[in-house]
């Protein structure tokens, strides 16, 4: 249960939900290649899923 | 808490990874079929006949079939540059992008769908995917004249045409789009599926009705053609190409519900009245497939269709080009 809670901790920081990270996560707000990273990551995510509401009828590109 | 400049050191290396991405998208997309298409016009050179038209065209024109029917040596033969789900304007870039880089051909195939020459060519941003990326490739600026785009949509393109994620969004799109239907697929009887996508889908296409057909059609016959048909056939004139324009083969359905109707024959009257000013021949290929099992979906030459259908215009055209225009 604590290490549930621990998860859920880590995803509300990298979230942006709380500002702390749990105890014996490295990552602190100051390191600014994790976090340039993680958006780049989450960008990423938003663009190759962004199209799901474009009609394919031709699929040969 | 952090601090501007760790923000800002923070969104610089967002910015260098988005640059990555860019770069990434461009490189993976470097064989898109559209740039497939203009890699083998860069190859295709000495072709003295061009075949132009969209999937239509790409499925059924078969160059070694047509070029051993017309008789003409392969490396003077013919080069198909048809593309798949194209509008005209595509069509048109296509054509401009073939004579900028050396091909002179004598002979232009231009293989057409029910009212594509009429229907003024409308996008929005959502739409300029896939293969219209060519839109972005070719000319974006000289091609914006000739289809029409929303306010918004037009703010759109011009400031992000020429960015990567944005041009060749959709090639990235499809394969999570194909990564979904396989999921979907999933102790599914398995759909029929060919080159341009899921056989079944290619119906939707087709108009909703004999009667809208009719209606539409009836509409076309009092249009002028649409500007990048026009432009295409000025152009090809100017360069002293004979312009051959080719009704499609088509579905028994296809032809009886739609092509076998008066307004239908009105329309391709009118066409031909209007091609007159460029000399274009005009060949009603419509049934030329007349059994159904010539076709792999329900606009589609099969192979063995394509075969047919390539072998009778090569044919056509070596034996008399002067009286292609009557000949059915």
């Given at each position: 249960m604590a290490?549930?809670?621990?998860?859920?901790?880590?995803?509300?920081?990298?979230a942006g939900e709380i500002d702390s990270p749990p105890?014996?996560?490295?990552?602190?707000?100051?390191?600014i290649v994790f976090w340039g990273l993680w958006w780049a990551a989450l960008a990423a995510i938003i663009y190759i899923f962004s199209g799901q509401s474009s009609k394919f009828i031709y699929i040969d590109f | 808490m952090i601090t501007r400049q760790q923000l800002g050191w923070t969104a610089a290396t967002l910015a260098v990874c988005v640059l990555a991405m860019n770069l990434g998208v461009a490189y993976l997309t470097r064989n898109s079929v559209p740039r497939r298409v203009m890699h083998h016009a860069l190859e295709s050179q000495s072709a003295r006949v061009l075949a132009l038209g969209n999937s239509l065209m790409a499925a059924g024109f078969e160059e070694p079939v047509f070029d051993s029917a017309a008789a003409l040596p392969t490396r003077e033969g013919a080069v198909n540059l048809s593309l798949g789900a194209s509008s005209p304007v595509e069509q048109l870039l296509l054509l401009r992008y073939a004579l900028a880089h050396g091909i002179r051909p004598r002979v232009l195939i231009y293989g057409f769908y029910d009212l594509q020459l009429s229907e003024p060519v409308q996008f929005s941003a959502n739409d300029m995917i896939g293969n219209h990326a060519l839109?972005?490739?070719?000319?974006?600026?000289?091609?914006?004249?000739?289809?029409?785009?929303?306010?918004?949509d037009s703010l759109e393109f011009s400031v992000f045409h020429s960015i990567p994620?944005?041009?060749?969004?959709?090639?990235?799109?499809?394969?999570?789009?194909?990564?979904r239907r396989s999921m979907a697929q999933q102790g599914l009887a398995q759909q029929t599926?060919?080159?341009?996508?899921?056989?079944?889908?290619?119906?939707?296409l087709e108009p909703a009705s004999t009667d809208a057909f009719r209606q539409d059609s009836e509409a076309a016959a009092q249009l002028p053609l649409a500007p990048p048909v026009a432009e295409l056939f000025r152009q090809a004139h100017e360069a002293s190409i004979d312009v051959v324009l080719v009704e499609m083969p088509m579905r028994t359905s296809?032809?009886?519900?739609?092509?076998?109707?008066?307004?239908?024959?009105?329309?391709?009257?009118?066409?031909?009245?209007?091609?007159?000013?460029?000399s274009v021949k005009f060949v009603d290929a419509s049934s030329w497939a007349a059994d159904d099992s010539l076709f792999e979906d329900p606009l589609h030459l099969s192979q063995r269709g394509a075969t047919i259908f390539s072998q009778r215009i090569g044919e056509l055209l070596s034996a008399k080009p002067a009286q292609v225009a009557d000949l059915h």
């Open positions: 290490q549930l809670l621990w998860v859920q901790h880590v995803l509300e920081y990298i105890d014996g996560f490295p990552v602190r707000l100051t390191n | 839109l972005y490739y070719l000319e974006p600026s000289y091609a914006r004249q000739f289809y029409s785009l929303s306010a918004h994620m944005f041009e060749d969004r959709g090639a990235v799109w499809s394969k999570v789009e194909i990564l599926t060919n080159q341009f996508g899921r056989a079944a889908d290619f119906s939707l296809h032809r009886s519900r739609f092509y076998e109707t008066k307004e239908w024959n009105d329309y391709t009257s009118h066409v031909q009245e209007l091609l007159r000013p460029y």
